[in-house]
């Protein structure tokens, strides 16, 4: 153990989270582009299939709104409640959990580690 203690602490390395999004959508971009490029589709014609995807994505939304309005539309306060009720409950056992882990636990901890000499 003597021989482990006067070893240097590891280096840990650490990775910016802010680089690895920016590579990722670098990286994107240029397939994307190398896509467009290779298949010979304009710019224009890209954009325009984009638009019309965008425009088929908003009907299916409303769609799924207006069913979503019309399966839940009389139940909604009751909905509500319950969702309300079982977050709350979340709530607590996660602030049980907290409480546990950082008072109880410790003390708990140097009760058991306790030795009463005889």
């Not at 298949?39 to 994505?57: D, K, R, S």
């Not at 009720?85 to 409480?99: E, M, P, R, S, T």
Request: aromatic letters at 12%; charged letters at 10%; hydrophobic letters at 60%.
């Amino acid at each position: 153990m003597s021989e482990v203690r006067t070893m240097p602490v590891p280096a840990v390395h650490r990775t910016n989270p802010w680089w690895l999004l920016c590579a990722y959508v670098a990286v994107a971009w240029i397939i994307i582009g190398a896509w467009l490029k290779l298949t010979g589709v304009g710019w224009a014609t890209a954009v325009a299939f984009g638009t019309n995807a965008g425009a088929h994505l908003s009907v299916g939304l409303q769609t799924l709104a207006e069913a979503a309005q019309h399966a839940f539309g009389t139940t909604t306060p009751t909905v509500a409640a319950a969702v309300a009720g079982v977050l709350l409950l979340d709530i607590l056992v996660g602030a049980a959990f907290f409480a546990f882990y950082t008072v109880l636990r410790p003390r708990l901890a140097a009760e058991l580690a306790y030795v009463r000499k005889v």
